[in-house]
């Protein structure tokens, strides 16, 4: 089981053995937005668009697939929460995790 938090510091748990694996900002921002945007598959483009402004077209989709590389690499248990093929891009709600913030808006 995996559990994700997401309120104040990044922190990821797996069996509830903390996880420092994804310590670069960068992968914890993209696990973020897959797991705050899980209820449907996200686009290649707008993921490396949201992560990279100020980077072109090209260049986003570049640092995308590098850092989807990184991230498999460092924790491959990963792989098995995320979901897409080479337009798309999203985390599976079908598997069992836990969320902070959707306990939290979920007690709202």
């Given amino acids: 089981m995996i559990h994700i938090l997401l309120l104040g510091s990044f922190h990821l748990y797996i069996n509830d053995a903390f996880v420092d694996a994804i310590d670069s900002p960068r992968q914890q921002e993209l696990l973020a937005y897959l797991l705050l945007h ?3 598959p996200n686009a290649r483009t707008e993921v490396a668009q949201v992560l990279w402004p ?3 077209a090209a260049q986003q989709r570049t640092n995308l697939r590098q850092l989807l590389f990184t991230l498999r690499r460092r924790l491959p248990a990963i792989q098995d929460f995320l ?3 080479e337009q798309t ?3 599976r709600g079908d598997l ?3 969320l902070d913030v959707a306990d939290f808006e979920q007690a709202l």
Avoid: L
Wanted: avoid cysteine.
């Fill in 54 to 56: 100020d980077s072109t």
């Fill in 83 to 85: 979901t897409g093929d």
């Fill in 89 to 91: 891009i999203g985390w």
């Fill in 38 to 40: 899980r209820d449907a």
């Fill in 96 to 98: 069992a995790f836990t």
